[in-house]
């Protein structure tokens, strides 16, 4: 099982190393471009790419900005103000990718700019906007398209985004687990890296400020809400998915118009907007009728998806339940988490009620949590409550330095 390793400090300052790692990738890569959303956090990618850029000139730099259609209108104007710099140029894609909706069970996933239904869309598609690739099949992911995007392309090309381990734990076992050039995945021809993933929200903030940096005033309208200064739930995309559900109400607050159009265009926005912030959606504490247990709860849960939705949370569910079997010798709790894996029946009530089609709500940091109230260690946990094949497999990993 993988660990994280411990963090070790250099001399040297995250904008130093940042500007040294996208030096090494011009250096080793024939095509450098920038994912880029109009967030804060890609905002710093494209201006410590662009000193770089400008210095070792290549320029233009290419960005790619993915329109997922219901973006606020502050940052639309933003992206039309990066479009203008010379320095760029900005393919701004409007295809109909596969978005999650975690609004709806019924309709777990919603599409983009949908043809079929474009008297329903938010926003009138943008002037220059790229409406086809040869590549591009209706219903792919981002990730899916941009790998067969750059296969056509000549050479390696390395794809810049603003991910930072700051924001969770799982982007944190991402890129710590990796002892060398851990800021970049590798897959084929389509390579990523993460220039800024060691920065805090506030060495974002500072280089905006010390650099004079045009950005999203979308952050100004969101300071004065309740989110003031809460950078770390400040985000400019659309609210449609798991972890962003629990912002709806601030669309609604601060864009009413544009709010008007979401409720129509995507599935159980309106119900999400009331309860996404309760059980009902998975947030904090549930609850379940008293005739039945939590196993049987779950088996509830799962049979209001159907088809293929179905499949995929009872699959990930399964994969839970295998791995605590795996590891830890005791039988899986009602609603007891096992202290060395975390799991228990009632917290995958809670994943099967969100859905979770993307992975992103692992056991990790639950565990950790736990670990530590108990007063623990990982090492103690695993010889206290590790099955006798886990604790020889563990040790042994860890003896090689896995």
Not at 55 to 73: G, K, Q, S, T, W
Not at 99 to 105: D, P, V
Not at 234 to 261: D, T
Request: with cysteine; charged share 25%; net charge positive.
């Amino acid at each position: 099982m993988a660990t994280i390793r411990k963090k070790t400090y250099n001399k040297t300052n995250v904008l130093e190393e940042s500007l040294n790692r996208i030096r090494y990738c011009y250096n080793n890569f024939d095509n450098v471009e920038v994912s880029f959303s109009g967030g804060k956090d890609s905002t710093a990618v494209l201006n410590l790419t662009l000193k770089v850029a400008e210095e070792m000139n290549r320029l233009p730099l290419v960005l790619n900005f993915y329109d997922e259609e219901a973006i606020h209108p502050t940052t639309i104007e933003y992206i039309e103000r990066v479009r203008q710099n010379p320095k760029v140029k900005l393919n701004w894609w409007c295809l109909e990718f596969q978005h999650r909706n975690a609004c709806s069970n019924e309709e777990p996933f919603w599409y983009t700019w949908e043809k079929e239904k474009k008297d329903i869309w938010v926003r009138e598609l943008p002037e220059g906007a790229i409406t086809f690739h040869p590549e591009f099949i209706k219903g792919m992911t981002l990730v899916d398209f941009a790998e067969k995007r750059v296969e056509k392309c000549n050479g390696q090309t390395i794809d810049f985004t603003g991910v930072r381990t700051q924001e969770s734990l799982r982007r944190l076992m991402m890129i710590s687990t990796k002892v060398n050039d851990n800021y970049i995945t590798r897959i084929n021809h389509y390579n990523k890296a993460h220039p800024i993933y060691d920065w805090s929200s506030q060495d974002v903030w500072k280089l905006v400020n010390d650099w004079g940096i045009d950005y999203n005033k979308t952050y100004d309208i969101y300071n004065k809400t309740k989110l003031y200064n809460k950078f770390l739930t400040q985000r400019v995309c659309p609210p449609f998915g798991e972890e962003p559900l629990r912002g709806l109400w601030i669309f609604s607050e601060c864009f009413p118009e544009m709010w008007h159009k979401m409720i129509n265009r995507v599935s159980g926005v309106a119900t999400a907007w009331r309860y996404a912030n309760t059980e009902i959606y998975g947030c904090k504490t549930i609850s379940k009728p008293d005739n039945v247990t939590w196993k049987e709860y779950l088996q509830y849960i799962l049979d209001t998806y159907s088809g293929k939705e179905k499949q995929t949370v009872s699959t990930n569910i399964n994969s839970y339940i295998r791995q605590h079997n795996r590891c830890a010798k005791d039988k899986l709790e009602n609603e007891i988490p096992n202290m060395l894996t975390g799991i228990s029946y009632s917290w995958l009530c809670k994943i099967a009620i969100k859905g979770d089609f993307k992975g992103r709500q692992g056991v990790t940091t639950i565990r950790a949590k736990i670990q530590n109230k108990a007063g623990i260690t990982r090492d103690e946990a695993v010889l206290r409550y590790g099955n006798q094949n886990y604790i020889k497999e563990y040790f042994d990993k860890k003896k090689n330095g896995k």
